[in-house]
């Protein structure tokens, strides 16, 4: 008898050991399902790192502009105070006044979109004609001169700025405007190779048969471009538009050799210009120098603020830009 | 006329605009700057006055100039280093916003940013505030540890790239773009396959993922090596200008022929660094296949 109790009492707790040993697999498989989910990219685990991730790298592209933002706003005591690190004590637009009175900032800021603006519309028009030359017509040395296109975007602009400034000296045409509106009218110019190719690849993406059928009804070449393909390449067009715009707005190098000494110039040089004004009138080290930290971030804040306001209303282009157009065609 | 021709001809016609521009803007001052670089130019009014010197500028940007190997040689090591990073970045990011995540709209918009704010002025700014790099590097001392274990060569750059970390990460902006499309090209069905053969996630991005991006990731990297080449705070651009205006004196000469010299130096040097870059990582590609 009391060998069997022991038997029994044996395997009742091997049987007891086995459902506890089941019910841990199950709850480490529950536990596995929810951490790393049935594939991996499903599991809890795997969200933490991707949002991990996510909000490290945000942290990362958000930080100059925080830093940037909030600094504008500090008093000259907050900038020395080692007890102010994020936030001003109080809100003070006293550097916004100032910089805005010395830029004139409504009158720069017009003169600024202007100089962006003339350049990327003529870029814009001269790209979509000419990207849509070398997309739907079979040409002579047609590899050639795409290879010379995309050459051209190599190229550093030192190479050709100088004969450029020679040219342009000699035409009189330093300080203009037109200095940056004539070579993107033929389609150069700033990341000119850039515009031709995506409006290049995105006629290539567009059937061709509407166009077959317009130009059978009659329509010339031209017709056939203005009313049927270019009303079809909008979202290359705003694209385009938007992207030129943007770095002519930026462009600092050449604008500040073919329009240095005009009274036409990009905001980020007018703002150059002041600080290093405003600098030399002060010695190294001095209190008015600390205080110009502020001023020349509400300066940056200034010239940035139009085009933070363009993109987050276009910003859903720019983020829709590359499927739309196609440029991973090629 | 037969039909073939006329097609050419209406061709050339919406393309004359680009030859025309091509030859004014981008041919001639190529060979003009060539032509002057192997003179001694100086200003004569508004003329020019040549002195033919064969190679002598060339020979000076290497020989006689004080400054310009030293920035060069930075210059090279920087991209070398800087290049990868920007890339690798650039992938991570994309292939992150290309899940399934909340607010994709909301971290698009963030990482697109770079995007808009790539002006000069703002960005030399920023870097001369010192907020081009991350306060938890400088906390660690990474850098001191990097520097007691490996030569000034290597330790150089890298500290460069510690301390512009952010300014790296900013010219990832198109890239991300490129990359993020090219993500989405990729059929989820080939994935699904994949995983019921057993691939894991890892498997399936060097099996998967990057052959098929392999041709944009070579569009990047020439994308990333010429804007941070050309960028308007990269030292050897503004001592080419600065020596094209006059403004600084090497040795030998100054002015145009030794700036255009010294331009061409740069642009040889910038096209074997893109052609590096591009045969090494198309190397993998023609060993497998």
Partial sequence: ?330 | MTNRNRERLAGLGFIFIWIVGYLIFTLYPIFYSLYLSLFKVQMDGADLLLTYEGINNYRATFLSDPYFVEILIQYVLETIINVPVTIVFALIIAILINQNIRGKGLWRTIFFLPVIITSGPVIAELMNQGITTLPSIQQYDVIGLILDNVGAVIANPVQALFDQILLVLWFAGIQILILLAGLQKIDRSTYEAAMIDGAGPWIAFWKITLPSILSLITVCIIYTVVSMSVFTTNEVIIYIRNVMMGESTPAITTGYGYSAALSWVYFITMSVIIVLFVVMVNIRKGVKS
């Fill in chain 1, 1 to 330: 008898m009391k060998k069997m109790t022991l038997k029994a009492k044996q395997s009742i707790d091997a049987l007891k050991r086995f459902i506890e040993e089941k019910r841990y697999a199950k709850l480490y498989n529950r536990v596995q399902r929810v951490l790393i989910g049935m594939r991996f990219t499903d599991g809890l685990l795997y969200k933490i790192i991707i949002y991990a991730l996510l909000i490290s790298l945000a942290y990362i592209y958000l930080y100059p502009m925080l830093y940037m933002i909030t600094n504008s706003f500090m008093t000259m005591s907050d900038i020395i105070s080692v007890n102010v690190r994020w936030v001003p004590s109080s809100l003070n637009w006293e550097n916004y006044r100032l910089v805005w009175t010395a830029l004139n900032y409504p009158r720069a800021l017009l003169d600024a979109f202007i100089l962006a603006a003339a350049p990327a519309l003529s870029a814009t028009v001269s790209s979509a004609i000419i990207g849509y030359g070398f997309a739907r017509f079979r040409l002579p040395f047609k590899k050639v001169l795409m290879g010379l296109m995309i050459m051209s975007f190599i190229i550093p602009p030192q190479i050709t700025m100088l004969p450029m400034f020679r040219m342009y000296a000699n035409y009189e045409l330093l300080g203009s405007i037109r200095a940056f509106v004539y070579p993107a009218i033929l389609g150069q110019g700033l990341n000119g190779a850039i515009y031709i190719l995506i409006f290049y690849s995105f006629f290539r993406m567009l059937p061709k048969s509407l166009e077959e059928s317009a130009e059978l009804d009659g329509a010339g070449r031209i017709k056939v471009f203005t009313s049927i393909a270019l009303p079809l390449a909008m979202p290359a067009v705003i694209i385009v538009f938007l992207f030129s715009f943007v770095w002519y707005y930026n462009e600092t190098y050449l604008a500040g050799l073919f329009l240095s000494g005009s009274d036409m110039l990009t905001l980020p040089l007018r703002l150059e210009q002041y600080i290093n004004n405003f600098t030399s009138l002060y010695p190294e080290g001095s209190r008015a120098r600390e205080l110009m930290q502020a001023v020349k971030l509400a300066g940056n804040v200034l010239t940035l603020l139009p085009l933070l306001i363009i993109y987050f209303f276009t910003q859903r282009h720019f983020v829709e830009s590359i499927d739309r157009t196609g440029i991973t065609g090629e």
